[in-house]
């Protein structure tokens, strides 16, 4: 079945740093690839999506590149703030059978320290 | 535009009660969707419903019962609350249900089965 990878957490970065948090899949057919965000005691929102091979997404500052190559979908952000400690959950969508099937990866803390 | 509302925000249970939480949207989104959210898990799809009076299993179904009369609401109900369901359960919606759609998620149910 389709899977998500991403990087154990937590990842602790000093503001302005740069950040990368990788995420890779598993899918039969052609996935969408998402990045979702959970702040402290919310419900995950939309941070940016790709639909198809060699999309950027991007928002907020943070970058995403579907390589269907590496069957990829890597988090970057130049310069991270104290803001920007959360939770990323890396997912994917098919369409399979007529149903829709999303699967999320276990999420990735990051902590960003002044 | 309230979005996804979740009720209760926190619920304790005894072994062997039962009890519904309710979930709403007022964004006209046909697919709606149940998860629970376990540490070091991720997300994992308990029920979701493609329109009103349609209703599917995901991943994680047993214990779970739902049901769809209305686009707007979508309620999860415990038969019979044991241990293992304490967990954070998040409600969310998307237009079609397709792969590209975005979820849109509420705050979530935060459940203690005594």
């Known amino acids: ?114 | 535009n309230a979005g996804v509302t979740q009720t209760p925000k926190f619920q304790v249970l005894k072994t062997g009660q039962s009890m519904t939480l309710q979930c709403a949207q007022d964004m006209n989104h046909e697919y709606m969707s149940w998860y629970r959210q376990d540490p070091g898990m991720g997300l994992r799809l308990i029920h979701y419903s493609v329109g009103a009076g349609i209703t599917d299993q995901g991943e994680v179904p047993n214990g779970y019962n739902v049901s769809r009369s209305t686009t707007e609401d979508f309620p999860l109900r415990l038969l019979s609350a044991a241990p293992s369901q304490t967990s954070v359960y998040f409600c969310a919606s998307s237009y079609y249900g397709t792969s590209t759609d975005t979820q849109y998620f509420g705050p979530g149910t935060r459940l203690t089965v005594l």
């Open chain 1, 1 to 114: 079945g389709d899977s998500v990878t991403q990087m154990e957490g937590p990842v602790t970065l000093s503001e302005e740093a740069f950040l990368t948090i990788n995420c890779t899949y598993t899918a039969t057919g052609y996935p969408s690839l998402f990045w979702y965000v959970q702040y402290p005691g919310e419900g995950l929102q939309l941070l940016l999506k790709a639909t198809k091979a060699d999309d950027k997404g991007s928002n907020k500052g943070f970058e995403a590149t579907y390589r269907k190559e590496t069957t990829s979908f890597h988090l970057e952000k130049g310069s991270v703030q104290v803001s920007d400690s959360a939770v990323y959950f890396c997912a994917l969508s098919t369409t399979s059978g007529g149903s829709y099937i999303p699967t999320f990866g276990r999420g990735t803390s990051l902590i960003v320290h002044p």
